[in-house]
Structures are given as structure tokens and as C-alpha cells.
């Protein structure tokens, strides 16, 4: 008699444990996916000649796709202010820091001028055989990481044909979660004809 009571309790604490195991391990998955947004996009930075292809296949395979007109120059992206405000509510903008990528709370960009976002605090930038003054608006990316560009310059809209740099495109890709038309993980690059591509996580509001 004393046995089958052991056993019984044996059994009653094992399941009790099991039920706790699984309720934290919820929480825990909640915390996750609340904390580290699932990786549902992907920026593709295209040559003018491939644009249109590459607009067709994304209009085919994503969600919704913003396409912006840039420049690039050695490890800096030059972007419109309006651009970049578009990318901002779209969850492609992020402040980079120790503990990872995060939504900034609000864009910092200098209304009358160029702002520069980098990893380091700089008064000025390259591009081309310019040097362009800015004011350093801080360690603000382009999705999750620096992938793409290491530097960021967000000009007024009227200021950018100025910058002496080649043309590009910017796709800003949102896919579908668990969508089995494509996998971000494998075969992106041949898919787009592009000369940059990044993965990341979208931070919307």
C-alpha cells in the first residue's frame, strides 16, 4: 500500500512539473517573439538596369515592397528625408546598441540639412570627391544591422540630386510569415540581382 502511494505521488509531481515546464516555456516563447522581432524582411539594394526586374519579382513574392531612390558611395548610403521617414513607420529604421537593434522613439534628422547616422560621431562625410558637413543625428541603421551601409545621410529631398554619387534602388521587402512562396533564409540572392542584400526584423509602432 505504502508503494502505490509513492508511486502516486511520484506521477502527481511529475505531471505538475511537466505543466509548469510548459507554462514557462510559453511565457518565455511570448518574451521572445515580444522582445526579438521574427525576421520578415529584406532589403535589396539593385544597379538601375536590374530595377524593374527586380520590382516585378518582389511585386510577385512580398507582402508589400517600398522602393526608394538612393545613392552610394564607399560605405555611405545617401537617402531622402522623405525616404527615410517612409522607412521609419515601415519598421526598417533601427537604433543600433549594445543589446541590439531597437525602434528609435522618434527620427532624428535636422530639418535644414544633412544628418548623418553611424556608429561614430562624425561632424562631416565623403562622398565622392565632396565633403559634406552634417549634423550627427546618432547610431540610427537601416534595418537590424549594418549590412547594407555603414553610414546613413539623410538629406532634404531638394538637396539630393547634389550629391555626387552613382544611382541606386532600395527595396524594402515585407513577406508573408511561414510563407512557403519564399524563404528569406536561402536563395535570396538568386532571386534579386542585386549588389547588397540584408535580412532583417521589422520594428513597427
Same mark, same amino acid.
Given at each position: 500500500?505504502? !508503494? @502505490? ?17 510548459? &507554462? ?12 526579438? =522581432? ?6 535589396v539594394l539593385s544597379q538601375?538596369? #536590374?530595377? !524593374?526586374?527586380?520590382? $516585378? ?6 507582402? @508589400?515592397?517600398?522602393?526608394?531612390? &538612393? ?10 528625408? !522623405?525616404?527615410?521617414? $517612409?522607412?521609419? /513607420?515601415?519598421?526598417?529604421?533601427? +537604433?543600433?546598441?549594445?543589446?541590439? *537593434?531597437?525602434?528609435? +522613439? ?7 540639412? =544633412? ?5 561614430? %560621431? ?12 552634417? &549634423? ?8 537590424? @544591422? $549594418? ?16 550629391? =555626387? ?8 521587402? /515585407?513577406?508573408? %510569415? #511561414? ?6 533564409? *536561402?536563395? !535570396? ?11 532583417? @526584423?521589422?520594428? %513597427?509602432?
Amino acid at each position: 500500500m505504502q !508503494s @502505490s502511494k509513492t508511486y502516486k505521488g511520484i506521477i502527481i509531481a511529475i505531471v505538475v512539473t511537466a505543466i509548469c515546464c510548459g &507554462v514557462t516555456a510559453a511565457v518565455m516563447m511570448f518574451h521572445a517573439g515580444h522582445f526579438f =522581432p521574427r525576421v520578415n524582411g529584406l532589403l535589396v539594394l539593385s544597379q538601375e538596369e #536590374n530595377a !524593374s526586374e527586380n520590382e $516585378r519579382t518582389a511585386q510577385e513574392k512580398a507582402e @508589400s515592397c517600398y522602393t526608394a531612390a &538612393v545613392k552610394r558611395t564607399d560605405d555611405t548610403l545617401v537617402i531622402k528625408q !522623405s525616404d527615410a521617414q $517612409r522607412l521609419y /513607420e515601415q519598421g526598417f529604421i533601427t +537604433e543600433g546598441n549594445g543589446d541590439g *537593434a531597437k525602434r528609435p +522613439e522618434k527620427l532624428p534628422l535636422h530639418a535644414d540639412g =544633412p544628418t548623418l547616422w553611424a556608429k561614430g %560621431k562624425e561632424k562631416a562625410v565623403e562622398v565622392g570627391d565632396k565633403t559634406i558637413p552634417a &549634423v550627427y543625428g546618432g547610431n540610427i541603421q537601416l534595418g537590424d @544591422s $549594418r549590412g547594407i551601409a555603414k553610414k546613413l545621410l539623410v538629406v532634404p529631398d531638394t538637396q539630393f540630386d547634389e550629391i =555626387p554619387a552613382a544611382f541606386y534602388r532600395l527595396f524594402c521587402l /515585407e513577406y508573408r %510569415k #511561414n510563407d512557403p512562396k519564399f524563404d528569406l533564409g *536561402a536563395g !535570396s540572392d538568386a532571386v534579386y540581382k542585386c549588389v547588397e542584400m540584408q535580412l532583417t @526584423s521589422l520594428y %513597427k509602432a
